[in-house]
């Protein structure tokens, strides 16, 4: 039935998998093991898993319109790139420590950046998110998505991604239509949305700390 959310939404599939990730994150279930020196030491988060939660996001691009296409082959090739690292290195932190090692930690193209910049769509998605359920039905998707690509991902982006990006914005479906495609109701999309932004904000502050950690500023 269109617009019942005991059915499973694109939505609710996104939201499912991002709080099995955080849930990861949780100490009770992180798995430790003592090492050699007797210190106890967290694996830290596996790099398939988390490919695996932010494959799910690619069907939200079905939802906006062709405007986009362009941002979705970006997106699903940084993931794609993440999902070959995966095969070699188990964890996030493994591949950081490999671009800090060879000194490629911003360098076009590889791990650490891909990395970056996934983080930064994920984060994308939570603030429109948040400035779509903090606005009523007379804000249109249009300026919800805006002010939070303003905020989140605009300042890493050079001038001509920004300008396209803007211009696409007037391409995208207004708030009816994205909750038909999504088939949510207001107040599925509601819940939905919102436990999306819970779940997905350990899993941010997860991957920031991996560059703190090592002295690399997110500035970029
Ligand atoms: C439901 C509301 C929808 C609002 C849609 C907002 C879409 C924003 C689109 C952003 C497009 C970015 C295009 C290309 C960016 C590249 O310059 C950068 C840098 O790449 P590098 O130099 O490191 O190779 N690439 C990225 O930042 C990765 C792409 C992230 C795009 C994530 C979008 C997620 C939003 C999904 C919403 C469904």
Redesign the pocket.
């Known amino acids: 039935m269109i617009g019942d959310a005991r059915f499973n939404t694109p939505l609710l599939v996104i939201t499912e998998a991002f709080e099995d990730l955080a849930d990861l994150l949780k100490p009770r279930r992180q798995k430790r093991e003592i090492g050699r020196n007797g210190v106890v030491s967290n694996d830290g988060l596996r790099l398939d898993a988390f490919c695996s939660a932010c494959t799910h996001?690619s069907v939200?691009?079905g939802?906006?319109g062709f405007a986009?296409k362009?941002?979705?082959m970006?997106?699903v090739s940084?993931v794609r790139d993440l999902v070959e690292a995966s095969k070699t290195f188990d964890t996030l932190h493994n591949i950081i420590d490999l671009d800090v090692m060879n000194q490629t930690v911003k360098t076009?193209?590889s791990y650490s950046?891909?990395l970056?910049?996934?983080r930064?769509?994920?984060d994308?998605?939570r603030a429109?998110f948040e400035q779509?359920l903090m606005t009523n039905e007379y804000y249109s998707?249009k300026d919800?998505?805006t002010k939070?690509?303003t905020q989140v991902?605009a300042p890493?982006?050079?001038w001509g991604?920004r300008t396209?990006?803007y211009a696409?914005?007037y391409t995208?479906p207004t708030r009816d239509q994205?909750l038909l495609r999504l088939n949510e109701t207001d107040q599925s999309v509601e819940k939905n949305m919102r436990r999306y932004m819970e779940a997905s904000r350990p899993i941010i502050e997860y991957i920031d700390k991996l560059y703190i950690d090592r002295n690399i500023k997110l500035d970029w």
């Open positions: 996001v939200l691009f939802c906006l986009f362009f941002a979705e970006e997106y940084k076009q193209g950046r891909n970056r910049r996934v930064l769509g994920l994308l998605i429109i779509f998707l919800a998505a939070a690509y991902c890493f982006h050079t991604v396209a990006v696409g914005m995208l994205l």
